[in-house]
């Protein structure tokens, strides 16, 4: 099986600048990220649920999450404040550490994960699916023999990507948010990887998930699900921490150092065309600091203070 395995890895909350990282880095001549995948976090879906179309009922869904989570639940360091969603992710990035890179999955058994992943699209409203959904529900090429965990998740990560690019022909990296939680389970599969950690003031990514949500407490609990994993990703050294106002305000020294981080014969190539796929929410290759202002006055004094108040250590650890 002639596979690439991905290069890097970039993590980070919701909203706090990974996507356009990610777009950013694509626009490269000779750098790839494949943008939201769910590729790992489908697979633990998969194991958890052991359904082998991807329809369970919703009840039976629960159920099994609960039953299958419950010995990797763990207090939290942040106990007093911690919301059930973390508690509730923080169990399943410890529960994918029992996955082992070279544990052998049957060729039935990753069609059964493939359309567990599938469905994650499939449920999506049709106008709001991007041509990579579209594209990707199609198919992912089947495998016919047996294969490792390793190897399935990097085949399925170089199917996808090939709907693109020739992922044989540049850097490969891959970037869902929600991947976050399981950073040291990827770490394992991958150990030659590279991670990038990305991160933006606390108030000003909660006050942009609340844009994007409208709700307020839902903003903080989704906050709330990537604290830990910042803390402990943030200490770790083989992880470049990329704060979102040094994307934003100084866009191509950021970049430089990250293409530098990933190889050191990487350099910034301005000229270079943009990538379709990726750049199909931006225009140009201009960060729009009209949206970067825009975020934080979605919340009142007391919410933002509230924000500041609850996640301080995260502002100390990364800004000083």
């Excluded at 509730?88 to 082992?100: E, K, P, S, V």
């Excluded at 990507?161 to 490969?172: G, N, Y």
């Excluded at 994007?212 to 989704?222: I, K, P, Q």
Aim: aromatic residues 10%; positive net charge.
């Amino acid at each position: 099986m002639d596979l690439q395995h991905p290069s890097f890895f970039i993590f980070g909350p919701e909203r706090s600048g990974t996507t356009l990282l990610t777009f950013l880095l694509s626009g490269q001549p000779d750098v790839f990220v494949l943008n939201d995948s769910y590729v790992f976090d489908r697979y633990v879906e998969w194991a958890l649920l052991g359904d082998r179309n991807g329809r369970l009922p919703k009840a039976k869904r629960m159920t099994r999450l609960v039953a299958g989570l419950a010995p990797s639940i763990r207090p939290s360091f942040r106990r007093k404040t911690c919301s059930l969603r973390q508690v509730y992710y923080a169990a399943r990035g410890r529960y994918a550490l029992r996955f082992q890179p070279d544990d052998v999955v049957s060729a039935d058994e990753a069609r059964g994960y493939h359309r567990v992943l599938k469905a994650r699209y499939l449920g999506s409203p049709t106008s709001g699916r991007s041509r990579f959904h579209t594209e990707y529900v199609e198919g992912i090429p089947q495998l016919d023999d047996d294969v490792t965990i390793r190897d399935l998740l990097s085949w399925t990560i170089n199917s996808i990507s090939s709907l693109f690019i020739d992922s044989h022909q540049a850097v490969l990296g891959e970037k869902t948010p929600i991947h976050t939680p399981y950073a040291e389970w990827i770490k394992c599969l991958y150990p030659f990887s590279k991670r990038i950690l990305m991160v933006r003031d606390p108030v000003a990514n909660v006050a942009s998930i609340h844009r994007r949500y409208g709700d307020f407490d839902r903003a903080v609990r989704t906050y709330d699900m990537y604290a830990e994993c910042l803390m402990t990703l943030g200490s770790k050294s083989d992880a470049l921490v990329v704060t979102h106002e040094d994307l934003t305000s100084s866009t191509r020294s950021t970049l430089g150092q990250i293409l530098s981080f990933l190889d050191p014969s990487l350099s910034l190539d301005e000229t270079c065309p943009v990538n379709a796929y990726t750049k199909s929410e931006y225009t140009g290759r201009a960060v729009d600091k009209g949206r970067v202002s825009m975020a934080p006055n979605t919340l009142s004094t007391a919410q933002a203070n509230l924000v500041a108040a609850r996640f301080r250590p995260i502002r100390q650890r990364f800004y000083g």
